[in-house]
């Protein structure tokens, strides 16, 4: 019959035999090109810590300061790949938590943040924070390793200009770090969910610190004695201020000098410019005017002074003694202030 005959010449057509080799061919092609997974092996350490050296918190300003976080991954054997990283950073052992995170000398804290960005606008978190970790994703060839730097940026808070003096750290160890990493076939985009995808592999080590200075700065107001009668004799008093911030906890002791006019020993007088007449005064610590001030340091100084990081104001005790034989004019003198501490 043509049915039974058809069937019985079908597998020797040729079309059907080319139709499987073919098939068979792709197979086999498919098997040989697939992805191995590469076998890596990632690492981070910190290359610098971020250390801000020796600063000044008076003014209140923000200082920024920046640290360097190295990193590696060789890839041993398998196919060229993508390795994603997620770098966390938790709070560190300053204290305080996230935002602000603190550096501490002993009791004392100094308020500072790590970023992600140069602009200091994105705080650097881990996965069981709020802020997000670092990701970053690299390729890494067959047999190859590839190593690169990331920076740590640092910003200590504006606005603590109460800030104790002395030394100041935040050290970040295996249980404030962690390094979470993962290997991929694709160049594909990695999100901050799959930082929790894969289990930590790996911690970095590196420490913030900084270093309060003790610092002064003094202004000051014009001691006036006003107006006085050429034939005047006796004597006419007056005040002056000066304000001066010292860095919190700072001793320190206040001198003065004896003007530009001096002629010789403790005498003070101002001059007139003109005539070069001198009309001698004094300066005193107290408003009796009985204790004089000098800038012998620790003798005639004013002592037992301590910074509060705001501006103190301290008042300066004038006397003059005009007398019938000077000219008219006006009559000036210039105090230098000395600071010790």
Same mark, same amino acid.
């Given at each position: 019959?043509?049915?039974?005959?058809?069937?019985?010449?079908?597998?020797?057509?040729?079309?059907?035999?080319?139709?499987?080799?073919?098939?068979?061919?792709?197979?086999?092609?498919?098997?040989?090109? +697939?992805?191995?997974?590469?076998?890596?092996?990632?690492?981070?350490?910190?290359?610098?810590?971020?250390?801000?050296?020796?600063?000044?918190?008076?003014?209140?300003?923000?200082?920024?300061?920046?640290?360097?976080?190295?990193?590696?991954?060789?890839?041993?054997?398998?196919?060229?790949?993508?390795?994603?990283?997620?770098?966390?950073?938790?709070?560190?052992?300053?204290?305080?938590?996230?935002?602000?995170?603190?550096?501490?000398?002993? +009791?004392?804290?100094?308020?500072?943040?790590?970023?992600?960005?140069?602009?200091?606008?994105?705080?650097?978190?881990?996965?069981?924070?709020?802020?997000?970790?670092?990701?970053?994703?690299?390729?890494?060839?067959?047999?190859?390793?590839?190593?690169?730097?990331?920076?740590?940026?640092?910003?200590?808070?504006?606005?603590?200009?109460?800030?104790?003096?002395?030394?100041?750290?935040?050290?970040?160890? +295996?249980?404030?770090?962690?390094?979470?990493?993962?290997?991929?076939?694709?160049?594909?985009?990695?999100?901050?969910?799959?930082?929790?995808?894969?289990?930590?592999?790996?911690?970095?080590?590196?420490?913030?610190?900084?270093?309060?200075?003790?610092?002064?700065?003094?202004?000051?107001?014009?001691?006036?004695?006003?107006?006085?009668? +050429?034939?005047?004799?006796?004597?006419? #008093?007056?005040?002056?201020?000066?304000?001066?911030?010292? #860095?919190?906890?700072?001793?320190?002791?206040?001198?003065?000098?004896?003007?530009?006019?001096?002629?010789?020993?403790?005498?003070?007088?101002?001059?007139?410019?003109?005539?070069?007449?001198?009309?001698?005064?004094?300066?005193?610590?107290?408003?009796?005017?009985?204790?004089?001030?000098?800038?012998?340091?620790?003798?005639?100084?004013?002592?037992?002074?301590?910074?509060?990081?705001?501006?103190?104001?301290?008042?300066?005790?004038?006397?003059?003694?005009?007398?019938?034989?000077?000219?008219?004019?006006?009559?000036?003198?210039?105090?230098?202030?000395?600071?010790?501490?």
């Amino acid at each position: 019959m043509q049915t039974k005959a058809f069937l019985a010449i079908w597998p020797r057509n040729p079309l059907r035999y080319a139709f499987m080799a073919l098939f068979s061919g792709f197979c086999a092609l498919n098997a040989s090109t +697939s992805w191995a997974a590469p076998a890596m092996n990632c690492t981070a350490s910190s290359a610098t810590d971020i250390n801000s050296g020796i600063i000044d918190v008076l003014p209140g300003a923000a200082i920024p300061m920046v640290g360097t976080l190295n990193y590696s991954c060789t890839n041993s054997n398998g196919s060229t790949g993508w390795v994603y990283f997620c770098f966390g950073i938790k709070t560190g052992s300053g204290g305080g938590g996230y935002d602000p995170r603190q550096l501490a000398n002993g +009791s004392n804290k100094l308020n500072y943040q790590i970023y992600q960005d140069a602009a200091r606008t994105q705080i650097w978190g881990d996965r069981s924070s709020a802020y997000m970790p670092v990701i970053l994703k690299v390729n890494v060839g067959k047999k190859a390793t590839v190593a690169g730097q990331m920076p740590l940026y640092g910003l200590i808070a504006g606005g603590q200009s109460t800030a104790f003096a002395g030394n100041y750290s935040s050290a970040f160890s +295996s249980g404030n770090t962690e390094i979470v990493w993962n290997s991929t076939k694709k160049n594909t985009i990695i999100v901050p969910n799959d930082c929790n995808k894969a289990t930590p592999s790996g911690s970095f080590d590196f420490a913030v610190a900084a270093t309060v200075d003790s610092r002064c700065y003094a202004t000051t107001s014009t001691l006036d004695f006003g107006s006085v009668s +050429s034939l005047a004799t006796g004597q006419v #008093t007056g005040q002056a201020t000066i304000n001066l911030q010292c #860095t919190n906890g700072t001793t320190y002791k206040v001198g003065l000098d004896n003007g530009q006019n001096s002629t010789g020993g403790t005498n003070r007088s101002m001059a007139n410019a003109v005539t070069g007449t001198l009309v001698r005064y004094d300066l005193y610590q107290d408003a009796a005017r009985s204790v004089r001030w000098g800038n012998t340091n620790g003798v005639d100084t004013l002592n037992g002074q301590s910074g509060t990081g705001v501006s103190t104001p301290i008042t300066v005790y004038g006397q003059a003694y005009p007398n019938a034989t000077a000219t008219a004019g006006d009559y000036s003198d210039t105090i230098a202030i000395a600071v010790y501490f």
